[in-house]
Structures are given as C-alpha cells and as structure tokens.
C-alpha cells in the first residue's frame, strides 16, 4: 500500500522538520542510549525532513538478504541440536551454552521448541567504504529487536507528507500481524507483548504498535508487564480492550539474561509446550550469542553451513558478517594458531601477542557475546584504536578474565561511509547538514519460508563517532527508495 499525499504537506526543509518534531509521539523511546531528552528538545534525536534516501540496488540488496538471514538462523538451530546429539563438532554447544544456567539449557533443548527460530529478524547493517565487503557490514544480528515500533510510528508521520518509505509506511504492522497469523493460523490474532522492566525504554514504542495493530484491525494486540498475563490450566489470558481474551501468541520482548527476573515466566513457558499459547521469539539464548558470526567463520564447521544454507546464501553471509574470534582463554598446543588472525605479522598463538599493535594495527572490536546487560545498545563495546596501549591490554584481560561466564569476542572493525543527511537544529531554529555515518536496521518477519523486508531505520550520528547507535546527537529516520541514495 503507498502512501497518500492527501495530508497538507509544507513545502520547506524546515517547515517539514517542525512538522514532524510537532506530530510524532515524543515518548516512542523514554531514553536513548541511557541519555534524557536534551530539555529543549521535545524528541530525544535528531529530526530530518524527509526518510534518510538509499539507491535502488541498496534496497535490492535488503530485500534479498532476509531469506539468507533466515537460511541462517535455521541452519544455526540444527547445528546446536547436531552438537547436542553428537552430529557435530562439541565445541559448538560448548560455546552456545558458556555462562548459561541449566534452566535456560533444559528450557532451549526441549523437542516441543526444536523447530523454532526467530520470527522477526533484524541486523545492524553499515554502510562501509570497503570493497572485500562491497560497501556493507552486518555488526550484529538482534533476535530480540527493539524499534519496530519506533520505525512503524515515524514512517506513518513521514507518510502524512507524502513520503514513501521502504516496505511501505504501514509495513511494520503488516509484517507484525503477518507473522503472526502464521505462528497462530489466526486470522485476527490476540498478541501480548510483554515487556520486562529491563526493557521498559521500549515500552512507548510497543505501546503504539500494540494500538496500530488493533486500530488497523489486524489484531486484538496489547502491550504489558509480565505480571499482567493472567495464568489458568486452559489458558494465558489478558485484559483487553474489548474484555479478557485468551492469548494466541505472546511476543517475548525481553532478553533470556533477564529470565530469571521475570515474573510468571515459568507459566508462560509451561503453557507454550502444552500447545496453549506460542511463544516468540523462542527461549534459545544461543540466537542472542554474537559468537554465532565466529562460529560461521570457523572452517571446520564449513561443510556444515553450506549443507545447511546452500552454497550460494552461504558466500553471501560469510561475506557480510565480519571476521569475529572468541576471546578463549584455554591453552593451545604448541603448534596451534588462531586462523586468520595475525599479529605483526605472525600467526597469533597466545593473546598476549596483541598486546603490542600500535593503534593503526587495532582495527578491532572486542564486546560481550550476549547473555549480560552490556550486550545491547552499544554497551560493553570497545574498539582497540580508540584505545590507549594500556586500556587495550586492560580490555583483552577483562574478556578473556569472564570467559566461563560471558564469552566475549575480538571483531574485524569496519568503518562506517560518510553521509550528508539534512536535521532541524532546534537552537538556530534551522536545517542544517551533518557529515556523518550511518547503521541501517532492516526489519524482516517470517511469515513460512518467508522473510519480509518490512521496513529500514536508519540511525545517522556525526562523523567523528566511532560507535553507530541511538544518542541525541543522532539522526533517526525509515528510509526512502531514491536514485540518489546511498
């Protein structure tokens, strides 16, 4: 569906920037980043007067790699579960499950779960100036995303100007209800999303898609506490709208490291494998590891992946997710190297021989796998050349010193393309240019064997930031289709 330009629509840069700072929600995020709203901002980023633009062959790009990721995610599964019964190498359940409690294990390994994978799929794509990558890196791959909401809310204002955006203005909530009608076999679904404290910066956001889906009659949606989904032998139910309702799919927006933290959890689970309720996405913690991107690099697990992706997806993937290694503490044999890294020149046997790499040769990142609170929103993050030699050997210590309990990983660096993007400077009460670099956020939902590119948020922050994430010096906006785009 396109969008239609019936809305009044100012014709200046600046008049659509007031336009939009005056009609988007500005409680879509209650933070951003752990930063408040600047107190002369009504909206925590920055606005642009229209979607951040991306070329046609950028978009085609998006679009196709969402059946790669999804090839993925179900080749990872089985891979786990071939490690778990023996059918592949031990190392990889070993690594999956470092730091995890047993509830979490027995949870992840039960048959009635076995299939599932993630049903809304989302990667954190930048846009590079390299050539090996050809100009576009996957950092990470979130299977609990947040900012379907945030992206839904802003391509709904940026269509009342009559902007078209990548999978449309409405894409976010079609996708949404799509996925799960499939999950439920439901025309008109009862969803609970439920949201933990942890997460409760998003709560604004899932709070508008909840109400989107339900206005757009796609879905009886509500957005609620754990403590709010009432438990009985037959049944979840929640207080709706419209009454009490039995819920057919509860989406889980909130991550397994927290699990514990969760009341009612053990019910909600407990009703999934007896067939009461489905659960998304599943309780496998090793879809929230980004030690996955090291496993699909290892080379003796190669045969596996191209058994399991094809060929084809599967060069296309190991191309887009960086060179990543698992900061593994344990003594090699004498004449083992870690593969494919190198320091000074040499084939790295012993960590300690990245001490010494001058700030040009630090073209890393090191950060938690998953499974901790410093694995999301950039936290816990560190790249090696913004790094004094000593912090550098600090930040090696420290990933190698929590292994047992919170893997980290060493990451190839890539650095982010320059953009111009257009903002309203509230002080000067102008737009203006920022140079900066920008991370892309596709947002796909498996409806079947398919994965639907339903809509991209761009988050842009100013050319001398390494890290790419939401701050108030950012500018965030869904992005367009346009012969000059990036």
């Excluded at 990667?123 to 979130?142: F, K, N, R, S, Y």
Aim: net charge negative.
């Amino acid at each position: 569906m396109p969008c239609s330009a019936n809305v009044l629509a100012p014709a200046s840069p600046l008049e659509r920037a007031r336009y939009i700072t005056e009609h988007l929600s500005p409680h879509l995020f209650r933070a951003v980043a752990g930063e408040a709203a600047p107190e002369a901002a009504q909206i925590a980023w920055r606005i642009t007067p229209e979607p951040f633009p991306l070329s046609p062959a950028t978009v085609a790009r998006l679009h196709a790699l969402g059946a790669d990721l999804l090839r993925f995610y179900r080749a990872l599964n089985r891979l786990y579960f071939q490690s778990v019964h023996g059918a592949a190498p031990a190392f990889v359940r070993e690594y999956l499950e470092f730091g995890k409690p047993e509830q979490i294990i027995r949870l992840q390994r039960q048959n009635r779960f076995k299939q599932d994978t993630p049903c809304v799929i989302r990667p954190d794509i930048v846009l590079t100036e390299g050539t090996i990558d050809d100009g576009m890196i996957a950092a990470e791959l979130d299977a609990v995303p947040g900012g379907m909401g945030f992206v839904g809310a802003m391509g709904e204002t940026y269509c009342e100007l009559g902007f078209d955006q990548v999978g449309e203005f409405d894409g976010i909530i079609r996708g949404f209800a799509a996925m799960a009608r499939s999950l439920t076999g439901k025309e008109r679904p009862v969803i609970a999303i439920v949201i933990s404290k942890e997460s409760e910066d998003y709560r604004g956001e899932m709070l508008w898609l909840a109400s989107a889906l339900d206005k757009a009659g796609l879905a009886d949606a509500v957005a609620v506490k754990p403590e709010e989904v009432v438990f009985t032998e037959e049944a979840l139910v929640v207080d709706a709208p419209g009454g009490r309702r039995k819920v057919d799919l509860l989406y889980r927006f909130f991550e397994l490291f927290d699990l514990l933290n969760i009341p009612k959890q053990e019910l909600f689970f407990y009703a999934a494998r007896h067939k009461r309720v489905k659960i998304t996405p599943p309780a496998k913690s090793f879809f929230e590891e980004k030690l996955t991107f090291a496993l699909l690099h290892h080379p003796t697990l190669e045969p596996l992946w191209r058994r399991e992706m094809g060929d084809d997806a599967y060069q296309r993937v190991v191309k887009i997710f960086p060179q990543t290694w698992i900061l593994d503490p344990r003594p090699m044999p004498p004449q083992a190297v870690v593969l494919g890294l190198t320091a000074e020149g040499r084939p790295l046997h012993a960590w300690s021989q990245l001490y010494p790499l001058s700030k040009s040769e630090r073209a890393y990142v090191v950060k938690p796998s998953g499974f901790s609170e410093l694995s999301w929103g950039s936290k816990g993050v560190y790249v090696g050349d913004d790094l004094t030699r000593d912090e550098w050997m600090a930040v090696l210590d420290g990933g190698l010193a929590v292994f047992d309990k919170t893997p980290h990983i060493l990451q190839r660096f890539h650095k982010g393309r320059r953009v111009q993007v257009p903002y309203l400077d509230v002080a000067a009460g102008d737009v203006k240019t920022m140079d900066g670099r920008v991370r892309l956020c596709p947002y796909y939902f498996v409806a079947g064997d398919d994965a639907t590119l339903s809509g991209v948020l761009a988050t842009i922050v100013p050319a001398d930031k390494r890290l790419i994430h939401g701050m108030s010096t950012a500018v965030m906006a869904p992005c367009m289709v346009s012969d000059n785009g990036y």
